[in-house]
């Protein structure tokens, strides 16, 4: 049982190339989002997903689209670095409804040069 | 004015000392809230939460919600080296606005010695 999985760990990219986060989890759970975090920030919500089938904006969708491939899987893409989006990304899943407590994986270091 | 605040920090406290952490939130509808730890480089992970007025205690760590003042609190008793980490408050809003968390930016708590 290894819980919430990212990959890949490190990124390094050039701005303006693509990248696609990959986040999986193996608790069954309903709900997966994916945050961002900036030094002294906090976590922010780019996007989640509640349930198979459906995602939506959080607090910081820009220039970010997600994707939820089935139960288990949510990625999160970059259609052209930039910057501002170097970051540490974290995936979280949590089973939703009354359930709240939230699961993250162990993070996504990305630098954009 | 963010939706969560807590003080940066650091928060040096002595070990065997009670470590007093705070958080305001601002939306009056917020229902849920949650402490979260996070170790230097590693993932939050939940250690408390609260839903109701009160005090809600768990081995060492005691949070403590006051809905009527906006602010949620977590002590820490007889803090330990491995206490030190950065603590996250969370705060969720009413079920209409899904399972979303508001995190705020984190107190970093060291304990020395």
């Known amino acids: 049982n290894a819980g919430v999985t990212q990959t890949p760990k490190f990124q390094v990219l050039k701005t303006g190339q693509s990248m696609t986060l990959q986040c999986a989890q193996d608790?069954?759970?309903?709900?997966m989002y994916w945050y961002r975090q900036d030094p002294g920030m906090g976590l922010r919500l780019i996007y989640y997903?509640?349930?198979?089938?459906?995602?939506d904006k959080g607090e910081v969708p820009n220039g970010y689209n997600v994707s939820r491939l089935n139960k288990r899987e949510f990625s999160l893409r970059l259609e052209s670095a930039a910057p501002s989006q170097t970051s540490v990304y974290f995936c979280?899943?949590?089973?939703?409804?009354?359930?709240?407590?939230?699961?993250f994986g162990p993070g996504t270091r990305l630098l954009v040069l | 004015q963010k939706e969560v605040e807590q003080n940066s920090g650091p928060l040096s406290v002595p070990e065997g000392a009670i470590a007093s952490l705070n958080c305001t939130y601002s939306?009056?509808?917020?229902?849920?809230f949650f402490w979260y730890r996070q170790y230097s480089g590693k993932s939050p992970e939940l250690i408390m939460s609260?839903?109701?007025?009160g005090d809600k205690e768990d081995g060492r760590f005691t949070a403590q919600l006051n809905k009527a003042s906006q602010y949620v609190s977590l002590l820490i008793r007889d803090s330990q080296p491995s206490d030190s980490a950065t603590y996250l408050c969370?705060?969720?809003?009413?079920?209409?606005?899904?399972?979303?968390?508001?995190f705020g930016g984190g107190t970093r708590v060291l304990v020395k010695p």
């Open positions: 979280a899943s949590s089973e939703g409804g009354s359930q709240e407590t939230q699961y």
């Open positions: 969370a705060v969720k809003r009413d079920r209409a606005a899904g399972n979303k968390l508001t």
């Open positions: 608790m069954n759970h309903n709900s």
């Open positions: 997903s509640a349930s198979e089938g459906t995602t």
């Open positions: 609260i839903y109701s007025n």
């Open positions: 939306d009056r509808g917020s229902q849920s």
